[in-house]
Nanobody, 128 residues
Framework: QVQLEESGGGLVQAGGSLRLSCAAS?????????MGWFRQAPGKEREFVAV???????AYADSVKDRFTISRDNAKNTVYLQMDSLKPEDTAVYYC?????????????????????WGQGTQVTVSS
């Protein structure tokens, strides 16, 4: 079992920044897990935000590209999401997720159903 815990959410004005952290408790190295961030706003489907693969390949949703940056520190068992130039449309609960099932040859997945482990989420609210 991989246990994940998000932190760093809060209330920020449009144009501001937040840095989310996801602390992982795993029996294996975090380097063996594809780590993703998803978000869900009220009445909306859970949507992909960003992923960093086992080999540190990154991918982003078009809506956050050039504003958000995902990174990992395997020695600290932590993944980060740096969010800059925040918009009210970014308001959502943000979830950290771990994917151990996607084959290495596929690099990573941006589909929520491929992720086995989820944190409880952290609220991000961006005001106008």
């Amino acid at each position: 079992q991989v246990q994940l815990e998000e932190s760093g959410g809060g209330l920020v004005q449009a144009g501001g920044s937040l840095r989310l952290s996801c602390a992982a408790s795993t029996r294996t190295s975090l380097s063996r897990v594809n780590m993703g961030w998803f978000r869900q706003a009220p009445g909306k489907e859970r949507e992909f935000v960003a992923v960093i693969s086992r080999s540190d390949i990154t991918a982003y949703a078009d809506s956050v590209k050039d504003r958000f940056t995902i990174s990992r520190d395997n020695a600290k068992n932590t993944v980060y999401l740096q969010m800059d130039s925040l918009k009210p449309e970014d308001t959502a609960v943000y979830y950290c997720a771990g994917d151990v099932r996607t084959p290495a040859s596929a690099y990573y997945s941006n589909e929520a159903f491929d992720y086995d482990y989820w944190g409880q989420g952290t609220q991000v609210t961006v005001s106008s």
